[in-house]
């Protein structure tokens, strides 16, 4: 028994496939759509290229990208397929490709489905990337006469006023790296040589944070130095004060950014598969109710369309046998060449 079976007369047909024209060219404009948020993910990733610990974050910006072509060119194809389908004398050149172009349709969707969670999935990779490699930017941050890190400070900088965030968990980051670059330092200063020598490193560390990390709507002038220092600030506590610098990480305010581009890129994902989904069943109907017009002769006739020959459960049944004869055809090809082999030696 076909899965639901509905009967069509040619005005019927023609409305259907009017309306899957329609819909495939807005699905044409959805893949667009799912192509030009692809571009700006991966432009905005390239942006702060430089935060991230490695290249995988491009992946799902790309398939993105591919998607969305694909997306294109599929429904493009379909919408011409359902404008021909008005003309039973053009339709005909279509038949023989269109069983195949609906299984590609069924691929593509669950490569939608695929796609969709990636990008609701990205959130876990993008925070242990950012983590690493906003920890190795800080420390590159005062390294601006040295090639290929003279931008950090700046990229750190514009970051930390742009997302109004400060460190990598938190502010407190900056005490534990030294930003301040030695040509910046005196050394005859007797407390820069304390601080030196006060550490196993000997690196210059401070309880101080950039610029970039003032809240400049706080009405006090920023405390950027000696922020743990109550006695070096007139009435001034940093346990129980607001803080006039960022208290949020940037880690958390990039995924938080990133995260939630990436949440709605995949519901539009989603959108589009329903959308697929759609413009495939009616196209299927199309395809039937051509296919079994009770007079080919004459295509006012009356015909019936379905989406599947056979319920669901035969269907799987049927593509399970299929796959098994093959299966057992090529182990019998495999034995014939195998006896050819040891009859010609």
Not at 23 to 51: D, N, T
Not at 60 to 87: E, H, M, Q, R, T
């Amino acid at each position: 028994m076909a899965l639901m079976k509905v009967k069509f007369d040619l005005k019927k047909r023609v409305k259907l496939a009017q309306m899957l024209w329609l819909m495939y060219w807005f699905s044409v404009m959805a893949g667009v759509l799912v192509f030009s948020m692809g571009l700006f993910f991966k432009i905005e990733l390239r942006k702060r290229s430089e935060l991230m610990d490695n290249n995988e974050s491009h992946f799902v910006p790309n398939i993105l990208i591919g998607v969305g072509l694909l997306a294109c060119f599929l429904n493009a194809f379909g919408g011409k397929i359902c404008y021909d389908s008005l003309d039973s004398t053009k339709f005909a050149k279509w038949k023989s490709i269109l069983n195949p172009f609906l299984v590609c349709c069924v691929i593509f969707n669950f490569l939608l489905i695929l796609t969709a969670a990636l990008c609701f999935a990205m959130r876990i990779p993008l925070e242990f990337t950012l983590a690493e490699g906003l920890k190795n930017g800080m420390k590159f941050y005062k390294d601006t006469d040295t090639p290929g890190r003279c931008y950090m400070k700046r990229t750190l900088d514009l970051m930390q006023i742009e997302f109004r965030c400060c460190g990598n968990n938190n502010y407190k980051d900056w005490f534990e790296i030294q930003w301040v670059s030695n040509r910046y330092l005196d050394f005859s200063s007797k407390e820069v040589k304390d601080r030196i020598s006060s550490n196993v490193d000997g690196k210059y560390l401070m309880d101080g944070v950039p610029f970039s990390c003032c809240n400049p709507s706080s009405p006090r002038p920023c405390i950027q130095q000696q922020v743990t220092n109550n006695s070096a600030h007139y009435s001034y506590d940093h346990y129980t004060e607001e803080l006039n610098i960022w208290k949020r990480g940037c880690r958390d305010a990039l995924v938080l950014y990133y995260g939630g581009m990436m949440n709605s890129i995949g519901i539009l994902v989603l959108a589009v598969t329903l959308l697929q989904t759609g413009v495939m069943i009616g196209l299927q109907y199309i395809n039937t109710s051509l296919s079994t017009l009770v007079n080919p002769e004459d295509p006012e006739s009356e015909s019936e369309g379905w989406i599947l020959e056979k319920t669901v459960k035969e269907t799987f049944t049927d593509i399970m046998a299929k796959m098994k004869a093959m299966g057992k055809g090529n182990q019998v090809d495999e034995g014939a060449n195998e006896e050819a082999v040891a009859t010609a030696s």
